[in-house]
T-cell receptor, first 111, second 114 residues
Framework: DQQVKQNSPSLSVQEGRISILNCDYTNSMFDYFLWYKKYPAEGPTFLISISSIKDKNEDGRFTVFLNKSAKHLSLHIVPSQPGDSAVYFCAAERSQGNLIFGKGTKLSVKP | GAGVSQSPSNKVTEKGKDVELRCDPISGHTALYWYRQSLGQGLEFLIYFQGNSAPDKSGLPSDRFSAERTGGSVSTLTIQRTQQEDSAVYLC????????????FGPGTRLTVT
């Protein structure tokens, strides 16, 4: 039973446009939500987080939105750049140090 | 500074053999984690070490899997009597205790069981 779901395995966006990556979760007790980015043959890299007490967190071109009533979060990348092409994983912290990851969405940003 | 390192980067083993995977965390990080990623799947939590506390082993899939962390630094993940379904990329991560959600990952060990 997947507690963190990324229903889109892939997304293609034109350079300069907005990329929106979506994630749904089932457990309302999660305290923290994260986005990680992964390039081929490398480990994931932490990108941005959001606490369950907030609904938005922004860091440069990256913004994460949290809708607790819908158990949904999204990552917005504006403007998208070709170097953003990677697999993006949504994750939730089940307990300290114990993260549950989604299956990932492969983002392709075309020049 | 140096990131998380893992060895070997690739390991091919025969079904039934034991394997050991090594992780060197970032210096000063007290928390260490093991995950695995099977083909087409997300990262699956295996085990979490924090300082001298008892590890969180809740993600280990069977008693064939075990992990140790010696001296609060290097960790070894051992898989006994490997099976083909153990084939995956095994990822290690480390973090500071107070920011356990911000984990720094190594490049992984690709394990293939033939």
């Amino acid at each position: 039973d997947q507690q963190v779901k990324q229903n889109s395995p892939s997304l293609s966006v034109q350079e300069g446009r907005i990329s929106i990556l979506n994630c749904d979760y089932t457990n309302s007790m999660f305290d923290y939500f994260l986005w990680y980015k992964k390039y081929p043959a490398e480990g994931p890299t932490f990108l941005i987080s959001i606490s369950s007490i907030k609904d938005k967190n922004e860091d440069g071109r990256f913004t994460v939105f949290l809708n607790k009533s819908a158990k949904h979060l999204s990552l917005h990348i504006v403007p998208s750049q070709p170097g953003d092409s990677a697999v993006y994983f949504c994750a939730a912290e089940r307990s300290q140090g114990n993260l549950i990851f989604g299956k990932g969405t492969k983002l392709s940003v075309k020049p | 500074g140096a990131g998380v390192s893992q060895s070997p980067s690739n390991k091919v083993t025969e079904k039934g053999k034991d394997v050991e995977l090594r992780c060197d965390p970032i210096s000063g990080h007290t928390a260490l984690y093991w995950y695995r990623q099977s083909l087409g799947q997300g990262l699956e939590f295996l085990i979490y070490f924090q300082g001298n506390s008892a590890p969180d082993k809740s993600g280990l899939p069977s008693d064939r899997f075990s992990a140790e962390r010696t001296g609060g630094s290097v960790s070894t993940l051992t898989i006994q009597r490997t099976q083909q379904e153990d084939s995956a990329v095994y990822l290690c991560a480390s973090s500071l205790a107070e920011t356990s959600y911000e984990q720094y990952f190594g490049p992984g060990t690709r394990l293939t069981v033939t």
